[in-house]
Structure formats: structure tokens, C-alpha cells
């Protein structure tokens, strides 16, 4: 089709090669679509990150809902203008004592928290290594960063060491999941730490899956290894996960907090938290705090879905991952899944390596007796048909 832009005839839209782009992704079975759930779910939910099963809580709800009429809608500002207010110090402080760090600092989303983190701490003329699987938030981080960035073999700390071993940076920081999302399997946290601590660099653990799960009464994996509080560790974490609400947080010596404020963009130049956010995850720390049975009732229900599911290791997490293969495959399955009342993820490429396109099903500590049933009816008939 010809069309005239300042009277110059055009042949094609510049957009045009997206037509080729999607028509190459479908082909592929990586096309994706937006559903909105409804407000009430009918399905039994074994999708989503709401691993204490607190985003529904009435306590968590109402710590939003006063916060929003203390503070108002938005934040109105970058926490350096407007945006800071006492409910976001007290957060921090409180979050910071839960998990056992000197401090914390909040952004309005994990994502920006491992932006802020990884890219205030590394910069040209540093050395970062992530982990192959490291969440994509933390791939652009290393992008962005502006360091050489060494991207190791999932969990493996031998080569993190040589990577270490042979730099001739000055600085150097090690990132990895403490959980990882995909796969729900636990980075070796001790062997990195002491690795790090032998060659002088800095640890950045993202606990996005450990906070809530892992750890006494869900303080994290750091901290069930004795590490949470070390001068040479630094955390991220987000509210969205096992806290039920939204945001992100960096939890490390002042020294780094101080470093943050001055220097880190997500947080100088993004509009701060919304208070509702902030007064919902207050909430559910208490809620986690007075309730700490529910870290071990996501670790018990998710080894009962690896069970039903066949799957042959135990997990370690909430996350129990189903491999099936090919996308297409993964994806009727979950269609399937859908269709007889239950929702689960479904992970293709990119999220995963082509080949390990899979279901990945969340434990919550809210599931009860008759949720588990209907697990197993649904999931050992689809994944009997998916494995033919």
C-alpha cells in the first residue's frame, strides 16, 4: 500500500515488519494475550506469586485502604520531591528488622529495585556476574550498567570463581536469585558468599521467591543460612510476591541506602510508591509476623502439586516447575487446565531455554483439602494427555 508522508510516496510503514515479527511468533507457539481475571476467581488459582495467599487478606485490604485515606491516591512525586512520607520509612525499618538487615529503601517495583541495586553498585570499570538464569530485570540491569558483565552457567560457582579469579577490575559484584522463578531451585548461596569474600566482591541476592517461603517464619534464604546482615551482602526483594501488594526493596548496610538516594535513577526520577501499596504490605508483615505457619504450609502443598504432577524432585520453593517440552504443548495444557477450573502458568521462550517449555504451578499457603483434590483430578488427566 502507497501512502504519502510529506509528499514523499512510502511503499511501507515503518511498523511493517512487526506483521512478520507476530506472524513468526505464532508459527513459533510464543504468541501471547493479556486476559484480565475477574475480581472474583472461579478458578483455583495455582498461577500467581500470592504465595502466602495474603493479597485477599481483610487485614492487608483495610492497611491499604487506611493508607489511602491518610496519604491519598498517588505519591505525587519522586520519593527526593514529594513522594516520601513516614508510612514508607516505617516500612522500611520494619522490613529491614523482619529480614535482619541494617536498613531498607523502597522503589515502586522489584524491577526497579535490581536496576537501582545492580547498576548503583557495579558502573565502568567493574566486573558483574549473573547467573544464566537470573531474572530479566536483573539481564537489564547488566545491560544498562555499563560494566563487563560475565554471564555464568546456572548455579555454578565454580565458574563465578574463575570469573572472579581472572578480573582486572578493581570492583566486582556477584548477582543471582535466591530462588530462581522458573525453575523454583535455590542458588547456592554459602559457596557464592564465600567465593565473594575470597575475591573482594559484593553479593546482590534478589529474594523475590525466598522472602515469604524460605527462612524462620518466611525471613528468606539468606537468612536461613546465617548470612542476612553481612557488610559485603546486598538484597532485593519485592512487595508483589509472598506480601500480596507491589513495590521493591533494597535491604543492605546504611552506607548503601545512602549511596541509593544520592545516585540510584529508578529511584531519583520514578514516582515513589503509592501509600496504598506501602500500607497493604505493612499489613501482611504483620499478618506474616503474628501467622508463621504460613512458610511451611507453602513448602508442604507444594511438595503434595510436584507429587500429583509426577515431578521427581522435591521442592524448595513454591514454585514447581512441569516440563513438557515444546510450547505448544505447554500451552494446551494450561489451556486444558483453564478449562477445568484451574489456572496455572505457562512458561515458554523466552522466559525459559527452548526445549523446557512447561507449566509452572505456585503453592499458597491458603490452599485447603478440597483445592489439592481438585488439583489432583485435573492435573493427573492433562498431563496425562500432555506426556503421550
Known sequence: MTELFSGTPVDTSPLAWLDAAARQRRRAGLRRALRPRPAVGTELDLASNDYLGLSQHPEVIEGGVQALRTWGAGSTGSRLVTGDTELHQQFEAALAEFVGAATGLLFSSGYTANLGAVVGLSGPGALLVSDACSHASVVDACRLSRARVVVT?????????????????????????????????????????????RHRAVLIVD????????????????????????????????????????????????????????????????????????????????????????????????????????????????VVPVILGEPETA?????????????????????????????????????????????RHVLTRVLAAARR
Do not use: Y
Request: charged share 20%.
Open 153 to 197: 552457567p546456572h548455579r555454578d560457582v565454580d565458574a563465578v570463581e574463575a570469573a572472579l579469579a581472572s578480573r582486572s577490575e578493581e570492583r566486582a559484584v556477584v548477582v543471582t536469585d535466591s530462588v530462581f522463578s522458573a525453575d523454583g531451585a535455590l542458588a547456592p548461596l554459602r559457596q557464592l558468599s564465600d567465593v565473594c569474600r
Open 331 to 375: 500451552l494446551r495444557a494450561a489451556t486444558a487446565c483453564l478449562d477445568a477450573g484451574i489456572r496455572v502458568g505457562c512458561f515458554r521462550p523466552p522466559s525459559v531455554p527452548a526445549g523446557t517449555s512447561r507449566l509452572r504451578l505456585t503453592a499458597r499457603a491458603s490452599l485447603n483439602d478440597g483445592d489439592l483434590d481438585l488439583a
Open 207 to 318: 529474594e523475590a521467591h525466598g522472602l515469604g517461603v524460605r527462612g524462620a517464619g518466611g525471613r528468606g534464604l539468606l537468612q536461613e543460612l546465617g548470612l542476612v546482615g553481612a557488610p559485603d551482602v546486598v538484597i532485593t526483594a519485592t512487595l508483589s510476591k509472598a506480601l500480596g501488594s507491589q513495590g521493591g526493596v533494597v535491604l543492605g548496610p546504611p552506607a548503601v541506602r545512602e549511596h541509593f538516594i544520592d545516585t540510584a535513577r529508578p529511584l531519583i526520577f520514578d514516582t515513589g510508591l503509592a501509600p496504598a501499596a506501602v500500607g497493604a504490605a505493612m499489613a501482611a508483615l504483620r499478618v506474616l509476623e503474628s501467622e508463621p505457619w504460613r512458610p511451611a504450609a507453602v513448602l508442604r502443598h507444594a511438595r503434595t502439586l510436584a507429587e500429583i504432577c509426577n515431578v521427581p524432585q522435591t521442592p524448595q520453593s513454591a
